[in-house]
């Protein structure tokens, strides 16, 4: 592969700003000065970490002897532990990484050749390194740094990522593109593509379907280096065949050892020594004794690797870089996940994902103590459900705990189903569980259910079968930003002949969904319920089955405007209602009294309710936790098959039409235009009366729509 140029053609920080390592500068990083910029002397750490004060680009390090580099991955790291102890985030894969962070950058020429992060949580350190120290403790704030790899944030972030398991697809995309371009264009230089793709992310079906295709995809693919970052630790631990090989794989080798890099070089060798190395190099890497999964894929397997390493790292990162006709490689680098911080490394979960923490002790802060949450609420029932009958399991795709199902596992491990992050699987999985008369909960978040959409449609909807869907995560999710926003099922499911959607308005009425999904044998049935805390709700020790299609009037208008109907009504689908409710409040404060209702289900729709409220109403304004062209737009094409659109002044209010960036869930939603304030200024505006109003309406305000 091609030597790194001595210079980034990216745009580069100013020489000025990172001496040591400016391209041909001194080697001696102690010669320099840490960098200046606008904001660098406002990081906290500044003057702790002196090898990392002199590192503001990777181009800063490429001139660091091995025990520098190493010096600096202590730093990293004790930077890394620092920040997330006032941001929160992911810290376990993030301190996992961090040699071979500083050794890749170290070694290939970044941004030009393209380091692609899968999921992207473990990029702290990365993003460190790569120009953003100066706001790493931004990182999920409000306004700050993205928690995942972003092309909008940083040349360095060559794809953006926090769905699992897309980067050796990409990565190969941008391989097989470099090829093509150099093609055409002398001039352009091509690049080595590095995927860094953890053990659990691994599971996953597409990183498959990428890797059977890598060494058939054509010319540019043998850039494309794999490196498989392997910690034995998914969220929860890693479970499937997949995972046992791979621990069979690191145990029945040594890390690799110098001869084997000799053996690498096998190829630059005279022929006789070439056949020598060769042999060595096949003995070493397995070949003998038949191979590896990955070389039978067409990859070239090094490995397995101490991640933790710096030596042999940067030795074997460079020898792959400089080798040239390998083919695509599959690196496998062993790591321990929450390495260097005794309370991370000690934890069961590898603190995986913390909340702000004491550095000391490691202790995490507790949030003020809340209502349970509405996960806890679905899992208490299911188990509830679960002891009663032994049709129900259940099934998370690498979830157990985010799902609330790491209870149901302990109490029923025969009926639980931990998939690995094969979310695809997981819904075909309880399609043929269905099938033979079982009842299987599939617990997934909105956002990873996206991964398999067909399997809804065309294992479970089409033929009916009475797969349940615990659909967590619903709606705007907080610091895990856009990526993890449960915006689109309602539109994804909705369009589904014969689905059954519901969406609680709180813990109670989760709790009763639950029990309704239970019992309901008819067809698919959906649940989607938000992230967080309900409402603090004394909840019955059972929940009772609902009446499927029938939604609720929570707050009936009191008094009627005008000689006919008037009034506005507000047609809530989920836990919106709350926020309807309160817009009641403040529509009452200006002489006008609201009815409020509360959908229930998003399919099949209360067509009664709704022709009821649009008749009686002169405004009609629904609400949900999700996109343009979900429960809104049901509602408006009955309203307009029926004819009631042409009487009623119809307001659908959804999430604008664009991504929300993370922040708080209140202040998302306040973004979003959802919340009570936005409610009552819809419901005005629709009467015609200025928003600033403060004296009662008068009658004719209200009146039907003309
Ligand atoms: C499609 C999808 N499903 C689920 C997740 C949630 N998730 C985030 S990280 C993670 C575990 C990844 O494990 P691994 O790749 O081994 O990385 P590690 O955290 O151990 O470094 C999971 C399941 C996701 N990001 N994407």
Redesign the pocket.
Known sequence: MDQPKAAPKHDAPPSAASPAGTPGGSADASAGTPPKADTWGAIPTLGRFPQLDRVRYPHDMRNLSVEQLKALADELRAETIDTVSTTSG?L??SL??VELTVALHAVFDTPDDRVIW??G??TYPHKILTGRRDRIRTLRQPGGLSGFTRRSESEYDPFGA????TSISAGLGMAVAHHLRAEHDPSYRERNVIAV??????S?GMAYEAMNNASHCGPGAERLIVIL?D?E???AP?VGAMSSYLSRLMSSRKFLSLRDLAAKMAKRLPDRLERTAKKADEYARGIITGGTLFEELGFYYVGPVDGHDMTQLVQILRNLRDADDLGPVLLHVITE?GRGYTPAESAGDKY?AVAKFNVVTGEQKKGPAGPPSYTSVFSRELLRQAEADDRIVAIT???PSGTGLDKFAKAFPDRFFDVG?A?QHAVTFAAGLATEGMRPFCAI?ST?LQ?AYDQVMHDVVLQNLPVRFAIDRAGLVGADGATHAGAFDLNYLGCLPGITIMAPSDELELLNMTTTAAAFDEGPIALRYPRGGGFGLDLPAAGSVMEIGRGRIVREMTRQSGPERGGIAILSLGPRLAEALKAADMLAAQGLSPTVADARFAKPLDTALIEQLARNHAVLITIEEGAPGGFGAFVMMHLAKTGLLDRVRFRPMALPDRFIDHNTQTAQYHEAGLDAQAITNTALEALGVGISMTQPLLKTAIGPKS
Not at 162 to 165: M, R
Not at 197 to 202: F, K, Q, T
């Open positions: 992911h376990g894969a996992g990484v899968d999921v949580h473990q926090a769905h699992s398991s793709i953890g053990d659990g992310s691994i996953a970052n910690n630790m998914s969220i890693p996940k995986h795709a690498a979830m992050i979310e978040y990873f991964r």
